[in-house]
């Protein structure tokens, strides 16, 4: 017995020579896990939530160039572009925008659409909570004459 107990403990000689400058890495995997789960799960969070955020900001930019479109068309009645907005957005009915408004200003020359939406909150963190807000101006259709352009 003693003969194989000394054979082990040469063996951890030699092994602890081998590699002088190595110290004891036991439980490095621990900390290592430790530090990085975090991460990962932040990670893990953000890429649906990123995912939501630009598809309700593209959903929200179409349906703003679709309204200022319509308000101007030349004689379109007051509302129009709000109308249409919110027909746009309430048809697509994606899931990824929970609540918006539109908004409309029309003078002599321009249409401005604002909409404001909420995107559903994947990552739970307090006090964050995703929007988009998008503006759309567009020149109206008038016509003109060399006197008044």
Known sequence: MNSAG???????RRADDACPGETDDRGSSVVEFTILFPIIVLILFAAPQLAMWYFAREAAQD??????RAAAVQNAPAGTGE???NKYLTDLDSGTITSYTVTEEVNATTVTIHIKAKVPNVIPLPGFAPTVDVTVVRDR?????????
């Open 6 to 12: 000394g054979l082990i403990a040469r063996i951890r």
């Open 63 to 68: 349906a703003a160039v679709a309204a200022a």
């Open 141 to 149: 259709e008038r016509f003109t004459t060399v006197d008044a352009p």
């Open 83 to 85: 109308t249409t907005g």
